[in-house]
Nanobody, 125 residues
Framework: QVQLVESGGGLVQPGGSLRLSCVVSGFPLAYYATAWFRQAPGKERERVSCISNTGDRTYYYYADSVKGRFTISKDNAKNTVYLQMNSLKPEDKAVYYC????????????????WGQGTQVTVSS
């Protein structure tokens, strides 16, 4: 059974940091692309970042809005994907979702077949 479980969300002040974790089970993380999406109230779902492997190469993708502030990583041995979020801004407030699909990162959420339940990130003073 495929499962993705996010954690690490919470309330943080502007300029602060959070690290989200996504523990996956039921599929081999090494052969899957894993992404973080977010959705704020009244806004469309947005892919924040994605990580994938082909052979010995690792590919990283970031939305322009988070480049230089967010870092995606994964630990295949722990079946966990991370999203380190620094210099958080109020506009980063959203529910963050972990999603996975075989092999290749895609931009659209509909191309990801497995999703977590989401974790709330609130950036406010």
């Amino acid at each position: 059974q495929v499962q993705l479980v996010e954690s690490g969300g919470g309330l943080v002040q502007p300029g602060g940091s959070l690290r989200l974790s996504c523990v996956v089970s039921g599929f081999p993380l090494a052969y899957y692309a894993t992404a973080w999406f977010r959705q704020a109230p009244g806004k469309e779902r947005e892919r924040v970042s994605c990580i994938s492997n082909t052979g010995d190469r690792t590919y990283y993708y970031y939305a322009d809005s988070v480049k230089g502030r967010f870092t995606i990583s994964k630990d295949n041995a722990k079946n966990t994907v991370y999203l380190q979020m620094n210099s958080l801004k109020p506009e980063d407030k959203a529910v963050y979702y972990c999603a996975a699909r075989p092999w290749k990162c895609m931009l659209v959420g509909a191309d990801f077949g497995s999703w977590g339940q989401g974790t709330q990130v609130t950036v406010s003073s």
